[in-house]
């Protein structure tokens, strides 16, 4: 497995948003986490991501354990993520956004942005030359003079995906992708994941659409209440009893 939770677990007070995860996510491979509203999903990536810390349990990313690790070293192990509501600049372009969302990832500090030393720029133009090649590979290439204002929402779900693939990263996050855009979008955004899969980056995937999950899913694990109430193929779960009872039975 690229990355195994062990009893994983997230306590708020007396809520328990995450409780006791066992899950394993293969290399090359599309893996979706499905469940309910309040299931646990983001709060699961925002431990992998390292915005939360985990109450109890363990996180092993290639043999690592990054349980204890600051966000910033997890992204820089090739761990990159989006989010449920896109954090976008809306009056800046997209590329400025891909750009400024890169940069604030690289090395430089302080001494080099006021000295504008070499490396400083050195770094610039290779964030530049970073930023229009994913923007080109997630298909904006039209719109990236444009402001964020001004593009659909599906663009929006694109530039955030361009944020997260700047990285250069092993393995995407993606929290609702296509959370409000139209199904003929869907499609679009489905075709870009296994565009991103045959780049050999591995996709881990929160989403409410059904259609979308059951074709484009090689696994998918199900939470509820913050439990894992069932894993398997897209096969297995739409005939798991349980699953079928969290989602109508209330
Ligand atoms: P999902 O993404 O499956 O809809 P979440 O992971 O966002 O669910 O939330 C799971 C539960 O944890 C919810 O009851 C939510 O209110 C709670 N929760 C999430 N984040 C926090 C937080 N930062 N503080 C307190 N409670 C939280
Ligand atoms: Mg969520």
Not at 61 to 90: P, V
Not at 95 to 112: A, C, P
Request: glycine share 8%; aromatic share 6%; charged share 25%.
């Amino acid at each position: 497995m690229l990355l195994q939770t062990e009893g994983l677990t997230k306590s708020f007070g007396g809520l328990t948003a995450v409780d006791q995860v066992d899950f394993g996510i293969e290399k090359g491979k599309i893996t979706a986490i499905i469940g309910p509203n309040g299931a646990g999903k983001s709060t699961f990536f925002n431990l992998i991501s390292g915005f939360h810390p985990p109450s109890q349990g363990k996180i092993v990313y290639n043999g690592t354990d990054i349980t204890k690790m600051k966000s910033y070293e997890i992204a820089k192990l090739g761990i990159a993520r989006t989010f449920q509501t896109t954090h976008l600049f809306e009056q800046s372009t997209v590329l400025e956004n891909v750009i400024i969302g890169h940069r604030l990832r690289t090395k430089s500090g302080l001494f080099d942005a006021i000295f504008r030393t070499p490396r400083l720029k050195r770094e610039e133009a290779a964030c530049r030359e970073k930023a229009s090649e994913v923007i080109e590979f997630v298909g904006l290439k039209d719109v990236e003079n444009q402001l964020v204002s001004d593009i659909s929402q599906e663009a929006k779900k694109r530039t955030a995906f361009a944020l997260a693939l700047a990285t250069d990263p092993e393995i995407v996050f993606l929290d609702e992708p296509a959370a409000g855009v139209n199904p003929e979008e869907t499609d679009g955004l489905a075709d870009l994941m296994r565009k991103m899969v045959d780049k050999g980056i591995t996709v881990c995937i929160i989403e409410h659409k059904m259609q979308m999950i059951m074709s484009l899913a090689d696994k998918i694990m199900v939470l509820n209440y913050g439990k894992k109430i069932a894993e398997g193929t897209p096969e297995e779960i739409r005939n798991n009893k349980a699953v079928i009872q969290a989602y109508l039975g209330g």
